[in-house]
């Protein structure tokens, strides 16, 4: 079992192409620990930004009847992918994890199922 930290920092130097990662409370919009990011890419900033996103997509989900988990939210940009895999689990409720990714650089099916794999691992 690996803790926030440990996860944040795996997923940044595991993952092709990772510009950073953060652990979101999208009940409150904090992010609970960010790794890299840097001038480009506030990540408190994004976690709170993607609050709103995944807030919004179960709200629809509700309104629509649909009785299904989310797994992950992709978002793509012109240069960037940016991944949000709510987690699951015990005391993992109401949390994400937020992965931004450089496009070029990253291998979109090999991110997704490392963060999955990290998910899996994460002790909050």
């Keep these: 079992m690996a ?12 993952i ?6 953060a652990l979101v409370d999208y009940t409150s919009g904090m992010a609970l620990g960010t790794v890299g990011g840097g001038n480009d890419l ?7 930004g993607n609050t709103d996103v995944v807030r919004a997509k179960v709200r ?4 629509l009847g649909l009785h299904e988990e989310i797994e992950d939210i992709l978002i793509t940009l012109g240069s960037q992918y940016h991944l949000i895999r709510l ?4 005391g993992a409720n109401g949390l994400f994890l937020y992965l931004a990714l450089d496009k070029k650089r990253a291998n979109l ?5 490392q963060l999955k794999k990290i998910e899996s691992e994460l002790e909050v």
Excluded: P, Q, S, Y
């Design 60 to 63: 629809t989900m509700e309104m």
């Design 87 to 90: 987690l699951k689990g015990r």
């Design 42 to 48: 506030d990540l408190t900033v994004a976690a709170a």
């Design 16 to 21: 092709d192409g990772a510009i950073g990662a």
């Design 109 to 113: 099916a090999m991110a997704r199922h």
């Design 3 to 14: 803790n926030a930290e440990t996860a944040l920092k795996e997923a940044t130097t595991a």
